[in-house]
């Protein structure tokens, strides 16, 4: 006959019953249990306040530690998270401080543990990282020195229409210029929403884009009517590498927290959509710090630019070294007794044929050299095919990055 097994539990259940059937006196018991009186009444008082389950072990650990976040500040620690899913524990620990910067607040450490404790927070899977190609972003060193612009990938609305999102932001400050859903992604239509960019904040220096429409086009250098537009103001229309999105980061990044916090799920119809857009963008601007400003919020570094939106787009003008030429309807314009065709996209403005030597130009078109003109043959190609002049080092087919260079009205 095996032996019987029995535990600590089964010992103490057996002896609150023995000491409730009253057969045997207190002392009777202990004795016969090896354990104290003191012990005996100790278990026998645990039973009658709380039953079996008060005849477990009870945890050794502290109720309270002495350096324990207090109840009311992790509540508005909870409370800031369950409002803001997307913020880290950095961007909470800044706000709150904010609002009452006399409390002290606990660490970021601590929050995050905080938030992983009460289950708010979501895990990233890991990807393997590119190495950041840095060298575009090197003269947004100031507000408006770059604004970069994009459309943030469409989608549709619970109701079935479809959301073309286009955004704007000034890459030093990460401002949110605009986050405005358009009809039709089409250059009518995203200078509209440009030229009230423009009319509130001022001209940028240059506008960082991908190559897709209608910020470029297969015109000569890439021009489209939109880019055409932005030189005619002296903005210079910047185009990342086809292929290459980490080329414009700090806009793609804006975007992952955009679709995070307006697009999943998407609203009801098309106006409740932009007022999410909106109330993004007030956020986005005013509340949530940046880590990549020292904790500050865009509107606390962004101030607009100087450079105002004129009343009237200037007309192009070329010095006294220029000869200067009408493009007409087709995308041609005269040379001597011939034409030579140069893109549709400038028709009706003036540009400016500069001299390389004998036989070939730089055309221009207000201060950015645009295409090479060879006078022999009538016909124009890219910059990069004559060495020696600015752009040539772009290879052929490639969209010119138009440098920063003095007016042709400056030009002797």
Known sequence: MPFKESSVMDERMRFILEQEGGLDTMT???EAYSIARETGYYWLRRYREGGVAALEDRRRAPRQHPNQTPEKIQEAVLALRRAHMSWGPRKLKRVLW????????????TIGAMLAR????????KRRRVPPYTEPFAGAEAPNRVWCADFKGWFRTRDGERIDPLTITDACS???LRCQRVQKTDGERVRAVFESAFRQCGLPGAIRTDNGA??????VAGLSRLAVWWMKLGIVPERIAAGHPEQNGRHERMHRTLKQETASPPSA?????????????REYNEERPHEALAME?????YRPSAREYPARVPEPEYGSAFQVRRVAEHGQFRWKCGKVFLSDTLAGEPIGLLPIDERFYAVYFAAFPIARFDSHQLATGSLAQRNGFSGAGAREGEPFPFPC????????
Not at 118 to 125: A, F, S
Not at 297 to 301: G, L
């Open 28 to 30: 009777d018991l202990c």
């Open 98 to 109: 904010e609002k009452e910067p006399r409390r002290e607040w606990p660490a970021s450490s």
């Open 118 to 125: 009460e289950g708010l927070t979501v895990p990233r899977k």
């Open 174 to 176: 990460r401002y949110l």
């Open 214 to 219: 209608p910020f470029a086009s297969q015109a």
């Open 269 to 281: 119809d098309a106006r409740a959509q932009q007022r999410s857009f909106d109330r993004f963008r």
């Open 297 to 301: 919020t865009p509107s606390a570094i």
């Open 405 to 412: 260079i003095p007016s042709p009205r400056s030009t002797a």
